[in-house]
């Protein structure tokens, strides 16, 4: 079977094309390499590989659009944390400023309060935030209410009288805590219920 084999490659000229190269892959020296093999059949009949990485695309993992797309991002988030700060600053700082203004008016309104805890019959309404509040009075401060002499300012949650000129100093520290002030000439009537006639439920 080797034989025909043999004869077949010989008759072809495979073999002589082989011995061919083997002569040709001789070194000068005349010796032939070890094994008497051409170097490309010394691995197996592989040749060796090249020490040189193959030219070809570079991975994408490091390509100029994805450092770009990087940075962008890297960008983008810190723009949003510089946001989330600021908005945090500002929150911050507009609670101090509430804060102060409170402990102002706090101070503005103490020995000033004219609320009676007896002898107020009446009870004056009013709209505030929304809603309708009240206040108790005694006549005289029913009718001072009425002309734009007295005011009211919320503060924690109650209802004070004060006069007008503490709710005008009210007013200028916080317009919001001036809970009801009417203006000379817009003096509204008020019935039985203590209710204004301009009053809408």
Known sequence: ????LRDQLLKSGIV????EEKRSATPQGGKPSKGGRPPFQQHGGKPKPSPHKPQGKPSRGGTQEDIDLAKAY???AQAEANE???AEQAAAEEARVRRERKL?????????????????????HFEYGGKIRRVHVDAEQMAALNRGELGVVQQQGR???????IADQVRAIDPHQLALLVEPGNEAGVGEDGVPDDLVW
């Open 84 to 86: 989330r700060k600021r």
């Open 104 to 124: 102002k008016i706090q101070q503005l309104l103490e020995g000033k309060v004219l609320n009676k805890a007896t002898e107020v019959d009446q009870v004056r």
């Open 74 to 76: 890297a960008i983008r």
């Open 16 to 19: 002589q094309q082989v011995r």
């Open 159 to 165: 209802y004070l009288l004060v006069t007008r000129e």
């Open 1 to 4: 079977m080797a034989d025909s």
